[in-house]
């Protein structure tokens, strides 16, 4: 069936490091693949996403890219901060419209 | 602008009752989606509706959940009986139409099944 694989499970960095999250998708048809970002009693909110049409997308500190061919797309998070800590989840959206989610990635930015 | 709003926050239940969460959309949003997240994973859909129409409740286990959204805004999900695996957030999100879009989410409902 849809699955989305998402890694690593937890990311541990210093402040001011980069951090890479990578996922990979399984449905070809898959057209939209947003980022939401998770803390602690709050529900995701998006920070980034990208459509099937573009390769990169950068909003500030953040980027994302994707591979279509080889579908896999990843979150780029440069000079990180200590409030970049939370859990991140990549997500597809399939032809049916159906949004499936990575299982999280767990980062801890250190001061 | 409000976000979407769910309630209760919090529920202690002990297994076999029954219990309702509810749902109010961002005003104007037609989609509107439960998910059910497990601890440590990612949301899973368990309902998603265009209006007052349930589209897409494949992954929703229809033996002890139940879920309505009259008059296409807010939504009420129901599980009789709740078992102990259910504990779990439940999330509601919102879109303003089902094309690929910003969902908005919830803070979620945290229920815990004794």
């Known amino acids: 069936g849809e699955n989305v694989e998402q890694h690593p499970s937890t990311l541990s960095v210093q402040e001011g490091d980069s951090a890479v999250i990578k996922c990979t998708y399984s449905?070809?048809?898959?057209?939209?693949f947003p980022w939401y970002k998770q803390e602690l009693g709050k529900g995701p909110q998006l920070i980034i996403d990208i459509r099937s049409n573009v390769g990169e997308k950068k909003d500030q500190r953040i980027a994302v890219t994707l591979n279509k061919t080889a579908k896999h797309f990843s979150l780029h998070i440069t000079e990180t901060q200590p409030e970049d800590s939370a859990v991140y989840f990549c997500?597809?959206?399939?032809?049916?419209?159906?949004?499936?989610f990575g299982a999280g990635t767990r980062l801890f930015v250190k001061a | 602008e409000a976000g979407v709003v769910q309630s209760p926050r919090y529920k202690i239940i002990e297994k076999k009752q029954p219990v309702a969460f509810w749902c109010n959309p961002i005003s104007g949003h037609n989609t509107l989606y439960w998910y059910l997240q497990n601890l440590g994973q990612g949301p899973e859909l368990l309902i998603r509706?265009?209006?007052?129409?349930?589209?897409?409740d494949s992954q929703l286990p229809k033996d002890r959940f139940s879920a309505e959204r009259l008059k296409g805004v807010d939504s009420t999900l129901k599980i009789q009986p709740a078992e102990l695996g259910d504990s779990a957030v439940y999330l509601c999100a919102s879109s303003l139409d089902p094309n690929p879009n910003e969902q908005f989410f919830g803070p979620g409902t945290r229920l815990t099944v004794l």
């Open positions: 997500a597809a959206v399939t032809g049916g419209f159906k949004t499936i």
């Open positions: 509706y265009e209006n007052e129409e349930a589209v897409d």
């Open positions: 449905d070809s048809a898959s057209n939209y």
